[in-house]
């Protein structure tokens, strides 16, 4: 499903972590040094080049607390590589969010499919709907071009952490 859409997906992340088995060592490592091999991420990195190489993209917008967490930071370090891959990941201050955006993380497939993410306690993704209805794409659509506005680039966030240190 996350490689069959035709021009865009889009991601609204609204945790300040995501939980996995693939990105603990990492943020563990990450926190003690500062660095950390990111190897594990290169399927998706792939996936990303290849899309941009078709003329399709990947967007995102992460809507972060502050202080930042741990997690947040070791993100945004992160991030430079989905963004050297040709995706546009941009961030949104929690404080800042228009009033009435969804409380739940969900990915937007050319505006015509919609995959809401579930997440236990501990922040692991314990699957999607699918959402199809038309009215609801229509308002998922509109809170993507939202928080798109309001958010900054990577870049421009990352240089931000860094004079807050």
């Known amino acids: 499903m996350f490689a069959n859409f035709q021009h865009t997906a889009y991601r609204l992340e609204l945790r300040d972590r995501y939980s996995s088995s693939d990105n603990q060592k990492p943020l563990r490592e990450w926190v003690e040094t500062g660095t950390t091999d990111m190897a594990w991420i290169d399927p998706w990195l792939a996936k990303v080049r ?4 078709e003329g399709r993209f990947y967007r995102r917008v992460r809507v972060v607390s502050l202080p930042p967490t741990d997690y947040t930071r070791y ?8 963004v050297e891959a040709g995706e546009d990941i941009r961030y949104l201050d929690r404080d800042q969010v228009p009033a009435g955006l969804p409380e739940f993380d969900y990915w937007l497939f050319d505006s015509r499919t919609a995959a809401r993410m579930h997440f236990d306690d501990e922040d692991v993704l314990l699957g999607f709907d699918l959402v199809t209805d038309p009215a609801e794409l229509v308002e998922l659509s509109y809170w993507r071009d939202a928080a798109w506005h309001h958010a900054i680039t990577r870049d421009d966030f990352a240089s931000q952490l860094l004079d807050q240190r």
């Open 75 to 82: 993100s945004t370090w992160a991030a430079r590589l989905n």
């Open 50 to 53: 290849a899309a941009a190489d």
